[in-house]
């Protein structure tokens, strides 16, 4: 099934999957968006707003996070894109979908490793380029913790730290991000996930 997946994924092949997501354009106003149909390499999104095709975009979806896009067509319901985007981010947005195409079929459960407690204090979460953003812990646990914040979220991928701890961003919600938290000894390409 493995290699049957990096098959796919070197093909692009588009499965058809809801996310919910939001994409800034040339101006500074925020559009929402669904997908109909995904792939590492693009989407087919419904959306009210149609942007002109070569138009370059920012996408933020549901779980996958912060995306550069560019418009290739239009559509009845809205407009295709395509990512501009490495190909190691490609091979982590690959490995998502397939996790989110398929959990369910496949009988399992959530990816997180330990159990989550409701959190609800403020949090302050330095990114990667320094910038601090003023967040609100959601849940936390073990393994990883949940934060909702007003802006644009740190990108899947993304090494951050709150306080003493570092964390990698794994995936991007409506209003938030959840991130896992990398021990001392480990290097931030580990798997496991929060």
């Known amino acids: ?21 939001r994409f800034l354009g040339d101006g500074s106003e925020d559009h929402g968006l669904l997908t109909r149909n995904i792939s590492c ?5 419904i959306a009210n707003v149609r942007p002109d095709v ?6 933020y979806l549901d779980d996958l996070g912060r995306l550069e ?7 009845a319901q809205g407009f295709a894109v395509k990512f501009n985007i490495t190909p190691r981010k490609r091979d982590k947005i690959a490995d998502r979908l397939t996790w989110l195409v ?12 330990a159990p989550r407690y409701a959190g609800g204090g403020p949090a302050l979460v330095t990114r990667q380029d320094g910038r601090v953003i003023q967040c609100r812990t959601i849940d936390i646990s ?15 991928g993304e ?15 409506r209003n938030g991000f959840a991130i896992r938290y990398i021990h001392r000894n480990e290097k931030s390409e580990s798997p496991a996930r929060a």
């Open 1 to 21: 099934m493995r290699a049957d997946l990096r098959k796919d994924r070197r093909a692009n092949v588009r499965v058809d999957l809801a996310l919910n997501g």
């Open 41 to 45: 390499g693009g989407a087919e999104i």
């Open 54 to 59: 070569e138009s370059s975009l920012i996408c």
């Open 69 to 75: 896009a560019e418009v290739v067509r239009q559509t």
């Open 102 to 113: 398929n959990y369910k079929q496949l009988g399992l459960t959530d990816e997180r490793e």
């Open 142 to 156: 073990l393994s990883g913790a949940a934060f909702e914040a007003d802006g644009p979220a740190p990108s899947v």
């Open 159 to 173: 090494i951050v730290t709150i306080g003493n701890l570092r964390g990698e961003v794994v995936r991007t919600l």
